[in-house]
């Protein structure tokens, strides 16, 4: 079966996330979490990426990434192949090192990009491995480098962390205080809420909701190959249903306001309900709730009996929407 579509595009973020094959612990050992970091930095080099934040647990790892040019594929499939591969001649083994493919989140700038780096830093304190206090002694974290500007890699970007912690500036103050924040986020449950920490994983973009529509309506094509969740696909198949139905109403000559006051199984609303029914997987409770046609029974309804000839004007206003597609 043909793998599915990444979605990727000149200077996209990202949460990519993997894990260990069966969860096995694949950096068990600090020389391969120490393999694992040169490759990336290989990497790095090769692709032109910047890593706004990293870490490598003993059976996974997190990236907050950055791709100036459209290569996230590419270089990712560089990156895992090369440490599998290097990993399996070291130890003498074959087969698979990471279980399936990488996660790959795209996430907006700014804050939620922050909160990304946030989350991965604090990664070990979550998982019970080390407490508050240690956790810049963790050699396998970017939060390592923090206060050793000079000993940073060129491809390891921490501005917009310390600007997601409220602007603090790279310096050593700066670097104490992102300390102190990420004490303070650490114990801090609501806050963590507030970041996003617990979807942190899940879905195919990070966001507000103006930021994924623009993702839709640009790469719609792509998303429609991409290996979306449940919830995912609702949020695509609406959003969808929401640029048909702005075209429908803008053909006929109506709003969204008129259909608060008008009668329910008017011409016009069950003309566009049937044509976004023809050619979306938009469903009845959504049709019933954006057009105001009650109960979401009835929109199936009004629209048989179109299909059946016995409306006739809503039969004559879905032909001069019936050129609009998706």
Request: aromatic letters at 8%.
């Amino acid at each position: 079966m043909a793998r599915k579509f990444r979605l990727q595009y000149a200077g996209a973020l990202y949460h990519v996330i993997n894990r260990g094959n069966y969860r096995s612990d694949v950096f068990k050992t600090d020389g391969a979490k120490e393999a694992f970091l040169d490759c990336l930095g290989e990497a790095c080099e090769k692709t032109g990426w910047h890593v706004h934040g990293f870490i490598v647990m003993r059976n996974h790892y997190h990236l907050a990434l950055e791709t100036p040019d459209p290569n996230l594929v590419e270089g990712m499939q560089w990156l895992q192949s090369t440490y599998a591969n290097r990993f399996n001649r070291f130890h003498g083994e074959h087969g698979h090192v990471f279980q399936g493919r990488y996660h790959a989140i795209v996430v907006e700038d700014g804050a939620h990009l922050g909160a990304v780096a946030h989350y991965i830093h604090l990664n070990p304190v979550r998982a019970h491995i080390v407490s508050i206090r240690e956790l810049s002694g963790n050699r396998w974290s970017s939060l390592h480098l923090l206060p050793k500007r000079k000993a940073r890699p060129r491809w390891l970007r921490m501005d917009e962390a310390l600007s997601a912690a409220g602007g603090l500036p790279d310096t050593a103050g700066g670097h104490a205080a992102y300390l102190d924040f990420l004490a303070w986020l650490a114990e801090d449950e609501p806050a963590q809420k507030g970041f996003a920490f617990d979807r942190m994983c899940e879905g195919w973009a990070m966001g507000s909701k103006e930021f994924k529509v623009a993702l839709i309506e640009e790469h719609k094509e792509a998303l429609r190959d991409l290996e979306l969740t449940g919830s995912d696909v609702a949020e695509v198949r609406e959003r969808a249903g929401e640029r048909l139905l702005t075209a429908c109403l803008e053909r006929l000559g109506r709003s969204l306001t008129e259909a608060v006051s008008e009668p329910k199984a008017v011409a016009w609303k069950v003309a566009i309900a049937a044509h976004l029914r023809a050619i979306s997987t938009v469903k009845n409770p959504w049709l019933a709730e954006k057009l105001h046609m009650g109960d979401p029974d009835g929109v199936s309804r009004y629209v048989s009996e179109l299909r059946q000839g016995k409306r006739p004007e809503a039969a004559k206003l879905l032909r001069r929407v019936s050129r609009i597609q998706v």
